[in-house]
C-alpha cells in the first residue's frame, strides 16, 4: 500500500509565518531611524563642543575655580538622567525642521559673543546650542516631553557672579547698622569694618553666592521633582533667591557680634568657616524639608504628547545645522 509523501520542495504554509515576517519588517524599520537618530545627536554635539571648544574650556576653567560654580559638573548628568528616566521604550524620533532657528540663534550668539569677547554669551549659546541639536533631531514630541531636562542645562551656565559686589555692599550696611543699633562704636569705610577690638572685611567670599547659587540650582530640581502645583513651585524657587540672601546677612552680623564680644578670640577663624557652613546647611536642610513636606503625588507631571510618527532620519537638515556650528566657531 502506497502511502502519499510529503514533498519537501513544498512545506505547508503556516499563517504565522507572514505575521511574523512583517513584525520583523516593522520593528527593523523603526529601529533603524531610532539609531541613526542617536548617532546624528551624538554627532553634532560632539561637532558642536569641538567647535565651540574655546568656550566650553572656559565654562568648565570657571566650574573648576570657582566654588560657586562647580555644580555645573553635576548638571549635564542630571540632565541626562532625567532624560533617561522619562525615556519611552521604543520611542520613535522625526527630525523636527523648526529647531534650526535655535540653532542658528545659538550659532549667531556664540559668534558675537566670540567677537565681542562676552563669555558669558558663548556659554549661553553652548547650552541653547545643545538644547537645540538635541530637539532638531529627535523631535518636537521629544523635546515638549523632557523640556525641563533640557531647560536644566542652562543651570550650568556660570551667571551671578556680577551681584557679588551688591551682595557685599548690602552686607556691610547690614553690618554697621546692626552695631549702631547696639550701640556698638564702629565705622565703615567702604567694605571694611572698624571697631575697637579689631577690624572686619566683607570680602567676596562673605557676599553668600555660593550658596544663593546652589540654593537656587537645587530649588528648581526640587521644584520639579516635588511639586506639581505651579504657585508651590514658584514659591519654592522664590524662597531659595531671598533665604540664603536673608540668611547670609544674619551670618555675617552674628560672626562680626560673637568677633566683638568676645574681643577677637572667637569666630575670626577656622571656626567662622564652620559656623558660617552650619548655618547654611541647617537653612538648606530645612526648605529641602518643606518642600518633602508639601510633596505631592504624582509629581513631576510629565506631558504625553501623541508618539512621533515613523519617520526616516533628514540628513540634510543635519548637516545644516552642522554647518551653523562650524560658522558660528570660526569667528
Request: proline share 6%.
Amino acid at each position: 500500500m502506497n502511502s502519499p509523501m510529503m514533498s519537501p520542495s513544498n512545506p505547508p504554509s503556516s499563517p504565522m509565518a507572514p505575521r511574523m515576517s512583517q513584525s520583523i519588517t516593522r520593528k527593523t524599520t523603526e529601529m533603524r531611524p531610532r539609531h541613526l537618530s542617536l548617532l546624528g545627536a551624538g554627532g553634532l554635539v560632539l561637532l558642536l563642543l569641538i567647535a565651540w571648544r574655546e568656550g566650553l574650556l572656559h565654562m568648565i576653567n570657571v566650574w573648576r575655580i570657582s566654588p560657586a560654580y562647580m555644580h555645573g559638573f553635576l548638571v549635564p548628568i542630571v540632565s541626562a538622567g532625567l532624560i533617561y528616566d522619562g525615556w519611552r521604550k521604543g520611542e520613535v524620533f522625526a527630525t523636527w525642521p523648526l529647531a534650526l532657528v535655535g540653532v542658528g540663534g545659538a550659532s549667531a550668539l556664540y559668534a558675537l559673543a566670540t567677537i565681542t569677547d562676552i563669555q558669558l554669551g558663548q556659554h549661553i549659546a553652548i547650552a541653547g546650542g545643545i538644547t537645540s541639536l538635541l530637539a532638531l533631531v529627535f523631535g518636537k514630541t521629544f523635546a515638549i516631553r523632557h523640556r525641563f531636562a533640557l531647560a536644566f542645562l542652562f543651570c550650568a551656565v556660570p551667571v551671578g557672579e556680577e551681584i557679588t559686589p551688591f551682595l557685599q555692599e548690602i552686607t556691610a550696611a547690614a553690618i554697621i547698622g546692626t552695631l549702631h543699633v547696639l550701640d556698638i562704636t564702629a565705622i565703615r569705610q567702604g567694605l571694611m569694618i572698624r571697631t575697637e577690638p579689631g577690624d572686619f572685611l566683607v570680602a567676596e567670599a562673605c557676599a553668600g553666592l555660593r550658596f544663593l547659587v546652589g540654593m537656587v540650582v537645587s530649588g528648581i530640581l526640587f521644584a520639579h521633582l516635588l511639586l506639581r502645583t505651579r504657585w508651590k513651585q514658584l514659591v519654592l524657587i522664590a524662597a531659595c533667591f531671598i533665604v540664603p540672601v536673608i540668611a547670609n546677612l544674619i551670618r555675617a552680623v552674628s560672626v562680626v557680634l560673637i568677633g566683638v564680644t568676645s574681643d577677637m578670640s572667637l569666630a575670626t577663624g577656622f571656626d567662622h568657616l564652620v559656623y558660617g557652613w552650619g548655618l547654611f546647611a541647617l537653612i538648606f536642610a530645612t526648605l529641602f524639608i518643606a518642600a518633602l513636606k508639601a510633596s505631592e503625588t504624582g509629581a513631576p507631571v510629565r506631558s504625553s504628547p501623541p508618539m512621533a510618527q515613523i519617520e526616516a532620519p533628514r540628513p540634510m537638515i543635519w548637516l545644516a545645522a552642522g554647518g551653523m556650528i562650524i560658522v558660528g566657531g570660526l569667528f
